[in-house]
T-cell receptor, first 113, second 115 residues
Framework: GDSVTQMEGPVTLSEEAFLTINCTYTATGYPSLFWYVQYPGEGLQLLLKATKADDKGSNKGFEATYRKETTSFHLEKGSVQVSDSAVYFCALGNTGTASKLTFGTGTRLQVTL | NAGVMQNPRHLVRRRGQEARLRCSPMKGHSHVYWYRQLPEEGLKFMVYLQKENIIDESGMPKERFSAEFPKEGPSILRIQQVVRGDSAAYFC?????????????FGAGTRLSVL
């Protein structure tokens, strides 16, 4: 079945550092890929998405590229801020089972001054 | 345009009681999904509903759990005879449709604690 694997956290960075959170997936067919962010005590917010191979999703300085050859969708940001501290979830939605999203376990990011 | 509304935000139940979680989708959305998040884990799909129909309940436990999305009113996730293992955050999401371009929007969740 479909699955998503994320790097384990927590990830602790200083403000303005470069961020990479790795995400790889296993799926049949042609899934869409998503990054969601969860701030403390809140629900998930869509951060960015990519619907086909080689697409790059971007939002708020974050970006991720859909790499079919490596089945990856790594999240990157060039310069993190304290306000980026949150839990980040990689997810896939498979066109064969488009009714549900399959999530990774989440990566907690802590950014310090 | 209000987002996905869930209530209550926090729910405390004793073992054996019933828990009812409510979800009102975004305006114009007719597809509702329920997910469960156990502590320190990702979200796990439970059930997908359209108005008055359960479309996919492959993630629902076979016993004690049920869901509905009536023609009028919110979607309800019902857990009968709760046990400590039911303690989790339950998230509802809604979308306009199921094509890849349709995004699921999430509510703030209901955090269930079973004493």
């Amino acid at each position: 079945g479909d699955s998503v694997t994320q790097m384990e956290g927590p990830v602790t960075l200083s403000e303005e550092a470069f961020l990479t959170i790795n995400c790889t997936y296993t799926a049949t067919g042609y899934p869409s890929l998503f990054w969601y962010v969860q701030y403390p005590g809140e629900g998930l917010q869509l951060l960015l998405k990519a619907t086909k191979a080689d697409d790059k999703g971007s939002n708020k300085g974050f970006e991720a590229t859909y790499r079919k050859e490596t089945t990856s969708f790594h999240l990157e940001k060039g310069s993190v801020q304290v306000s980026d501290s949150a839990v980040y979830f990689c997810a896939l939605g498979n066109t064969g089972t488009a009714s549900k999203l399959t999530f990774g376990t989440g990566t907690r990011l802590q950014v310090t001054l | 345009n209000a987002g996905v509304m869930q209530n209550p935000r926090h729910l405390v139940r004793r073992r054996g009681q019933e828990a009812r979680l409510r979800c009102s989708p975004m305006k114009g959305h007719s597809h509702v999904y329920w997910y469960r998040q156990l502590p320190e884990e990702g979200l796990k799909f439970m059930v997908y509903l359209q108005k008055e129909n359960i479309i996919d309940e492959s993630g629902m436990p076979k016993e004690r759990f049920s869901a509905e999305f009536p023609k009028e009113g919110p979607s309800i996730l019902r857990i009968q005879q709760v046990v400590r293992g039911d303690s989790a955050a339950y998230f509802c999401a809604s979308s306009r449709g199921t094509e890849a371009k349709n995004i699921q929007y999430f509510g703030a969740g209901t955090r269930l604690s079973v004493l």
